[in-house]
């Protein structure tokens, strides 16, 4: 039953379905399904499938927008449970994430940030097409001891190094410990920028935020 249903929200979302979506959310929640299993086990999956069918020409923009606004609605729906689920831990740290100037992805930043709060972070999340100087700023104000830069386009995660030159400029890289992500990003360009660490999805990024600031 859980894996119909997963599939269920997985094909409302691909088919550009977003009340179908939210609908399958309610009724996986209803069954009893962890928030986990549904945004790994269907709205991730089904992402990415929107992904291959963009890049293979089945699908044009307006595809990719509906999609994501049924993401967006599902994810919604989940923050709360996920929030609900957080243990009571002293905070683990202080994180300032956002994606980088020029690009515009939400959905894979969101997510990273949603499970670093529920895990016990204090995030400031700065949303999407952040400028360089802004991370910098905020660093600075929140006295953060984690950046994380996101990065969907070959042509914005040039702007992940931006920002950790500007920290080094303004006297901050020995306090904060940067960490990248995003599609395109691999560890071999993490480490080419002098980042202190890539993770691949939203679970290892709260365990190498967890080993970045010494709680793991
Ligand atoms: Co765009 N887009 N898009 N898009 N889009 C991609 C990224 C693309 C791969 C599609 C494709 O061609 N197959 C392609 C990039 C090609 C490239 O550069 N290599 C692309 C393109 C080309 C574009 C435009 C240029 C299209 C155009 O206008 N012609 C344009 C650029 C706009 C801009 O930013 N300036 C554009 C626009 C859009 C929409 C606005 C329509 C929409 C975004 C809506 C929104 O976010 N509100 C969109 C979408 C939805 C996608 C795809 C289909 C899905 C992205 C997504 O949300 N995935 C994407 C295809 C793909 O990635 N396969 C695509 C689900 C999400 C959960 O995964 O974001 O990868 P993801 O995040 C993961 C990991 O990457 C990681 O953890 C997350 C959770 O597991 N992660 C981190 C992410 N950030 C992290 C940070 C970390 C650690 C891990 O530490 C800090």
Redesign the pocket.
């Known amino acids: 039953m859980s894996t119909a249903l997963l599939e269920r929200i997985s094909a409302s979302l691909v088919e550009g379905d977003p009340d179908g979506t939210v609908a399958g959310v309610r009724d996986a929640l209803a069954a009893g399904l962890e928030p986990m299993a549904i945004i790994d086990g269907a709205?991730?999956a089904g992402?990415?499938t929107?992904?291959?069918k963009?890049?293979s020409g089945e699908y044009f923009?307006p595809n990719?927008?509906v999609?994501?606004s049924g993401?967006?609605q599902a994810m919604a729906l989940l923050e709360p449970e996920l929030k609900a689920r957080r243990q009571e831990v002293k905070s683990a740290g202080t994180v300032v994430?956002g994606?980088v100037r020029?690009?515009?992805?939400?959905?894979?930043?969101s997510?990273?940030a949603t499970m670093l709060a529920a895990n016990g972070f204090d995030v400031h999340d700065l949303g999407?097409?952040v400028p360089v100087d802004t991370f910098v700023a905020r660093v600075k104000e929140t006295g953060a001891n984690l950046v994380?830069?996101?990065?969907?386009?070959?042509?914005?995660m040039h702007g992940q190094k931006d920002v950790i030159e500007a920290l080094a400029k303004a006297g901050l890289r020995e306090q904060v410990k940067v960490?990248?992500?995003?599609?395109?990003?691999s560890r071999a360009w993490a480490d080419g920028i002098g980042a202190d660490g890539?993770?691949?999805?939203?679970?290892s990024?709260v365990d190498l935020a967890a080993r970045l600031v010494g709680r793991a």
């Open positions: 709205l991730v992402m990415r929107v992904g291959d963009y890049a923009l990719l927008i999609s994501a993401m967006k994430i994606t020029g690009d515009i992805h939400e959905i894979g930043k997510l990273v999407v097409d994380g830069l996101s990065a969907l386009l070959t042509t914005t960490m990248v992500g995003g599609a395109p990003v890539w993770a691949q999805d939203a679970v990024a």
